[in-house]
């Protein structure tokens, strides 16, 4: 039988995840899974999505989650996450 947060969609979990969790403690959890991303992108994306979600609930949240997802991650010698990504341009002239 499966456990309940498993029926739940990813999106749905971060969500869960965002409101009973404090950001530094999930900041801590997302830097020892760091590892475990084959494409670092898709970890990046993801830190950015919770992120994203701390911001909506205010308070400083997303600052305290973001400062130390980067100090957790330099400490293990692993690059920042990449926060502030450029839209992509074509590569066709317009």
């Not at 999930?26 to 999505?49: K, P």
Request: hydrophobic share 40%; no cysteine.
């Amino acid at each position: 039988m499966p456990k309940l947060y498993e029926t739940l969609s990813p999106s749905r979990q971060l969500q869960l995840a965002v409101r009973i969790e404090s950001p530094a403690r999930l900041a801590r959890t997302f830097a020892a899974f760091v590892g475990q991303f084959y494409d670092r992108s898709a970890f990046d994306r993801l830190a950015r999505e919770v992120h994203d979600l701390y911001a909506a609930q205010g308070e400083g949240q997303a600052y305290v989650f973001r400062r130390r997802l980067d100090q957790r991650l330099h400490d293990r010698y692993h690059e920042t996450v990449a926060w502030d990504i450029a839209p992509q341009r074509s590569s066709r002239a317009a």
